[in-house]
């Protein structure tokens, strides 16, 4: 019978040890990452924030100055985009679950999936040409579209996903009382898979709100309060991009004041999703 | 041969399929006009979002026409960009977004295949968890704000720590000589590397869950120890972790702001990884609200185009290779 | 009376190698210390226990069986005498298990030179996504146990000749094992377990998945190996282990009820329990 012998057994025992400690590493390296960007953003952005800051609108350098219409402006197309976004990407995914199975359902599968993976600055290049070129302006609806487009291919997924989860015996059960089909979806499915739709919403707002690109060239940015849709609407994101490229010292902490703001909604969001989905299963 | 877990068998699948199709056979059967308006109204929405992807591509091609015309294939490896002029050549920019990109990849991938093996192979249950968490967390970081702490915090790192070393000890090589200045591709790369990583982790994770138990316990029985057991799920998953990368790849391709406040916004073509560059995204970002005639425009939205046609390419191999390996095991709702 | 209406309905089924076994029965009982010993044996899955003061001895070289109803922890005994539990979460081991007479469970424990030693073939065959060859060299391989490529080769010839295998792939060793039937990926695995020449062979139900001519080539094949190897063999076929075994040992919710050799477990065995069991009147 032949045993390895020492040497061999412990330089197999030293590659095991090592190699866990560098996968450890590894994840440790990648949360120290995230505890670093959150420990600075919360660091250079709580000097510089207060009540006035979150009410302000943007001022010329040495005047202070805030991002109240930022924000305002960042619900408004978040809202917009919901509305536009929402209700068609969860429609799309009852169109997939309940019949998607032929070839044009894998075809809308397929592209919906593609448009997952556009870049979101081609998306914005794209509501560019099609609303803002023939509007001759920047909007706030433009910015809305983009978002939506955004949206609409995670929504339909998630939908899509959910509602097939769905037990059939949940479906026949209505049908077999006679109601017609989209009563049954509508009626017993769609409640049937709504927390796990309205997590899927969640992301993809959790998601949008983040957006820079799309924006920059559709809703362009403002230094105002807006009310009108068809003008330019100011946003969190671009205005801290703005801040950031600027030369002033000034503005470079009204942006970190913005980023927290911006991170606490996000971060809002994403543990509410995650609470959810863990009470789930 | 045995069906895997989670996937129905064969019967209950056809089962399913056929109650799905006579579903439809008695909704024309029922003549229920709810129903058939119902049907209509999915089906108008499902035509809707293919008419704007088919849309997408028409409009962006139609407004590329003008730059197309003047340039033809030339504007692919024309290496002048030069607005003044009216000459306009992507090159600078593909190269830009090809090589910080690559670093992106060469530093994420280590990195993420680490952090999925130690979560999914060596970590215990309850430490996994939260650290699997806080990974994920990392994507939901908008790219504006890496492009914020990329200029304020990653840009001066890279200028005072990182960089220097590197043109002391390697600075024989091209690539690390030029001028330091902490804004540049290099940089770029290493902040696509910090924004792909949660992308390829979390997918070579649920790669690496769907490799079955009884393969780890075959190398088990036969005195692996805990790395080489892990080696055998990873040539299992082998295929589903190189579509894990090229999906990285087409979001490090497409990413916009965080490169474009790091990377110097220079339409040059160095060999050196410190000097200023251009990709593809940033430039659109940066000089499309500022073009002025109608051939600038189209060159931006030709190149737009381009982009668009990259990361289709890439990202369907991406979920080809991804789905190969998973097969139904559900990923859930990751918004990719 | 019971003994003689067992005997009756087991008359039929115990055939030729019978002979065989009362033959080498005598030469076993000369090899005097058990391979291996296990004492007063409990194990938990967290608060549930599933095995319950398990003292067994199993002599070398020769087929254990260890048959009972389904749950009885008959599968989760034979893991434990390779440790393979360890990579269940929650699970705890009370007693010894002395192999060679060291006890695997002392803290200490080389747990990967044990499953050296101790080798598994599982219900379901696993062989890995490589070619027949990398599988059969991959246990050689990483336990270096060869120095040169033609020693290497050598070892995987034999083993799959061992298995009984070689002639049917021979000429395909670089082809995927996928590609094999149920039957020969079985015995592939076999193969593998026997390249690292281990000293036993646990075996959980391995024909269980295969049509009856790959059982029988299987059952053949344990027969054969018992020459070299201690085999323990968890079946819940109760012919296949009068068939091939040599020693029976029957559970029964977490107990070992009896231990005996086969024929007198399966004509006249001590314990009603047992008798139940075999005459078919529960599980």
Known sequence: MQASTPRRRNSRRTVNAVMTTLTAACAFFAVSILVVILGYIAMRGLTSINLQFLIDTPKPVGEGGGIGNAIVGSLVLLALGSVIGLPLGIAAGIYLAEFGDGWFGKTVRFVTDTLTGVPSIVIGVFVYTIIVLPQKQFSTWAGGVALALIMIPIVTRTTEEMIRLVPTSLREGALALGAPQWRVTLGVVLPAASTGIATGCMLAIARVSGETAPLLFTAFGSRFYNYYLDEPMASLTVQIYNYAISPYDEWHALAWAATLVLMTLILVINITVRIFTRKKF | MNPQPNTPTPAAEYGALARRRSFRRSLSATGSTGDAVFRVLLLSVALLILLIVSSMVVAMAHNSMPSIREFGFSFLWGSNWDPVKGEFGALPFIYGTIVSSLIALVIAVPLSLGVAIFLVEQAPARLARPIAFLVELLAAIPSVVYGLWGIFVLAPVMREWVEPPLQRSLGFLPLFQGTITGIGLFTGGVILAIMITPIISAVVRDVLAAVPVSQREAALALGATKWETTRVVLANAASGIAGAIILGLGRAIGETMAVTMVIGNRPQISASLFEPSYTIASVIANEFTEATGDLYLSALVEIGLILFLVTFIVNGIAKLLVWSVTRGTSGTARAT | ?283
């Open chain 3, 1 to 283: 009376m019971a003994a003689s209406t067992t005997q009756a309905a087991m008359k039929v089924t115990i055939e030729t190698p019978k002979t065989e076994r009362a033959a080498t029965g005598s030469a076993d009982e000369s090899q005097a210390a058990a391979k291996i010993t296990v004492s007063g044996l409990n194990f938990y899955y967290g608060p549930v226990q599933a095995l319950s003061h398990i003292s067994l001895d199993i002599p070398g070289r020769m087929v254990m069986a260890f048959i009972g109803p389904s749950g009885c922890g008959k599968s989760t005994f034979l893991r434990t005498l390779n440790r393979m539990n360890d990579t269940i979460p929650g699970t705890r081991v009370e007693g010894s298990v002395i192999i060679d007479g060291q006890d695997i469970y002392a803290p200490n424990t080389d747990v990967v030179s044990l499953r050296r030693r101790v080798g598994m073939v599982f219900q379901k065959s696993n062989p890995f996504p490589k070619s027949i060859f990398d599988n059969v060299a991959y246990g050689i391989r990483i336990n270096r146990l060869t120095g040169s490529k033609s020693e290497l080769e050598g070892r995987v010839e034999e083993a799959l000749k061992d298995a009984a295998l070689w002639p049917e792939v021979k000429d395909r060793l670089k082809s995927s094992a996928l590609g094999l039937s149920g039957g020969q990926q079985q015995r592939l695995c076999i193969a593998r377990a026997l390249a690292v020449k281990p000293e036993v062979v646990l075996m959980d139900e391995p024909a269980s998945a295969l049509d009856p001519i790959a059982t029988q080539k299987i059952e053949e094949l344990v027969v054969e190996l018992k020459k070299q190897y201690t085999i323990v063999i968890v079946t819940h076929n109760m012919q296949q282990a009068a068939r091939v075994s040599d020693q029976t040992a029957f559970f029964w919710l977490g107990k070992l009820i009896e231990v005996n050799a086969t024929e007198k477990i399966f004509t006249a065995p001590n314990e009603k329990l047992t008798e139940d069991y075999i005459t078919g009147r529960f599980g």
